[in-house]
Nanobody, 124 residues
Framework: QVQLVESGGGLVQAGGSLRLSCAAS????????MGWFRQAPGKEREFVAA????????AYADSVKGRFTISRDNAKNTVYLQMNSLKSEDTAVYYC?????????????????WGQGTQVTVSS
């Protein structure tokens, strides 16, 4: 049973930083891709960033490039999303997801497992 547990969300002022964590369990994730998605009120869920666990390849949405960094800690089976220079438009529920493939996908329908989400609120 794959479990993804996010943590690290909260309230932060615009220009501030937060680091989200996603603790993964229940599988060996070396052949998985891990992604972060977000959903703001009244909007569809959107891709934020992804990392291939095997080789560390990454991908980012244009809206977060240069501000967000995705990384992984193999020993802890944990994926991180470092978010800097936060803006009010980054306010959303952030979800961690796992895809049973080493190929990064930007579409949420390609991900097989999801966490429960963590709220990020950026005040302006």
């Amino acid at each position: 049973q794959v479990q993804l547990v996010e943590s690290g969300g909260g309230l932060v002022q615009a220009g501030g930083s937060l680091r989200l964590s996603c603790a993964a369990s229940g599988r060996t994730f070396s052949t998985y891709t891990m992604g972060w998605f977000r959903q703001a009120p009244g909007k569809e869920r959107e891709f934020v960033a992804a990392i291939s666990w095997a080789d560390g390849n990454t991908a980012y949405a244009d809206s977060v490039k240069g501000r967000f960094t995705i990384s992984r800690d193999n020993a802890k089976n944990t994926v991180y999303l470092q978010m800097n220079s936060l803006k009010s438009e980054d306010t959303a529920v952030y979800y961690c997801a796992a895809r049973r493939s080493t190929v990064i996908s930007l579409g949420d329908s390609w991900y097989d497992y999801w966490g429960q989400g963590t709220q990020v609120t950026v005040s302006s």
